[in-house]
């Protein structure tokens, strides 16, 4: 039953602060410098080389934490069979 709890309060907190809102600016600096310059240059708005670098790194955490999480539900399975 402290599972069920536990897991079901992460999920509920995970939902409340995705959808709390949050200013969004750019933290990086090289970040923050390219979109300023390419606001600037009104022939040349180009940012499609920004947000395909956004996507690579967001895609390299959720690789890496579902191999840990695949490696995980299969060895906890190896133990209960």
């Given at each position: 039953m402290k599972k069920i709890g536990a897991g079901l309060f992460a999920l509920v907190l995970a939902v409340l602060?995705?959808?709390?809102?949050?200013?969004?600016?750019?933290?990086?600096?090289?970040?923050?410098?390219q979109v300023e310059a390419a606001r600037t240059e009104k022939d040349s708005y180009d940012t499609s080389g920004l947000n395909k670098g956004i996507v690579y790194l967001m895609t390299v955490p959720y690789l890496l934490i579902g191999t840990i999480g695949y490696f995980w539900y299969r060895n906890t399975h190896k133990k209960n069979k």
């Open positions: 602060l995705s959808l709390a809102p949050l200013a969004s600016q750019a933290q990086c600096t090289m970040c923050k410098t």
